[in-house]
């Protein structure tokens, strides 16, 4: 059934094939129940090829209505068949609704989308906004005689944005790619200049060595500062972890009512904790345990405990500001 009606559209003698579809009767009503039941329930393929050729003017006429897009009537023809093909697959007769009218979108849909995978090698049409301006733009430009290949004056992007509804930015942007040509980047810069286009083009991504470079970095920060949390008592231990390390710092009040002793008691611990992680952090440092000396960037949640580990600045200068 396909390949009898695809291989029609493609014979090269265009005049030859619409003359020979108007051989094809139309069908009544009746004739198109009755045929369009017995495909539904008993897939009768004789019933579905009479649907589909009964219907192949309005295939003819619907891709007529494409011929702008520089593409060969026959193809178009042919893909408009085969979303004929799928309308009449999915067709139910008992809604009430003629074969034509519901087809009618399927062709449509069918063409529309080879006319849009073979305009660009750069895929485009991807959103309903896209295929609106795609498919329209061109004949509202003819409209207000802005046929330049330069972009359209801002009254005019605005006035085609609202009887289409889409974004502005998306009307500036369809105009400025249907008005450019596509172009290889493997194409030579200038006749007489080695060299291809794609030659220019920047990677903003870190190298191979700076990102091994970066991880091993990032290993030694943390095992320096596993190492000096070691040295620390487990009272002096948690209280870091609480006030320095988690996201929500717990406050000074909290950590006293845990241990039974004052705020105070607890800022002392911990300004101590601290000095012995400054110290033991540097110590590593000088001693060559680690290739790094950049302390600003440990493996630490909040980047005041780093300035203070590092010894830039004061304890109370950095606080939590749960201190209480």
Not at 57 to 84: F, H, N, W
Not at 126 to 148: E, H, P, S, W
Not at 159 to 187: F, T, Y
Not at 308 to 321: I, N, S
Request: with cysteine; hydrophobic share 40%.
């Amino acid at each position: 059934m396909t390949s009898t009606v695809i291989n029609a559209a493609s014979d090269g003698n265009l005049v030859r094939y619409l003359r020979e579809i108007h051989k094809f009767p139309l069908l009544s009503q009746e004739e198109e129940f009755s045929l369009s039941r017995r495909w539904r329930d008993h897939y009768d393929v004789a019933a579905a090829h009479r649907m589909i050729t009964s219907h192949l003017r309005l295939v003819a006429k619907v891709a007529m209505g494409y011929r702008g897009y520089g593409l060969p009537i026959g193809d178009l023809i042919s893909e408009g068949t085969v979303g004929m093909i799928q309308a009449v697959k999915r067709f139910d007769p008992d809604r009430g609704c003629r074969l034509s009218t519901y087809a009618m979108w399927w062709v449509r849909a069918a063409i529309q989308e080879y006319i849009l995978h073979s305009s660009s090698l750069v895929k485009m049409g991807t959103t309903g906004a896209q295929r609106k301006l795609f498919f329209n733009l061109r004949r509202l430009k003819g409209q207000m005689k802005a046929v330049d290949d330069g972009d359209l004056r801002p009254e005019q992007v605005a006035k085609i944005a609202q009887m289409l509804d889409v974004p502005e930015r998306d009307v500036v942007s369809m105009n400025r790619r249907l008005a450019a040509r596509d172009h290889s980047l493997n194409a030579t810069i200038q006749q007489d200049i080695e060299g291809e286009w794609q030659d220019w083009l920047v990677d903003e991504t870190d190298s191979q060595e700076t990102t091994v470079a970066d991880r091993e970095e990032l290993s030694g920060r943390k095992a320096m500062l596993i190492d000096a949390l070691r040295i620390l008592n487990e009272r002096e231990r948690h209280i870091l972890i609480e006030r320095w390390l988690k996201d929500t710092p717990t406050t000074l009040g909290e950590l006293s009512r845990h241990y039974g002793v004052s705020g105070e008691r607890v800022r002392q611990i911990e300004i101590r904790a601290i000095e012995k992680l400054r110290k033991s952090m540097k110590s590593q440092f000088l001693v060559g345990e680690t290739h790094t000396p950049d302390l600003k960037n440990s493996l630490v949640r909040r980047p005041a405990t780093v300035a203070v580990l590092h010894g830039e600045t004061d304890v109370e200068a950095v606080r939590p500001r749960a201190a209480a």
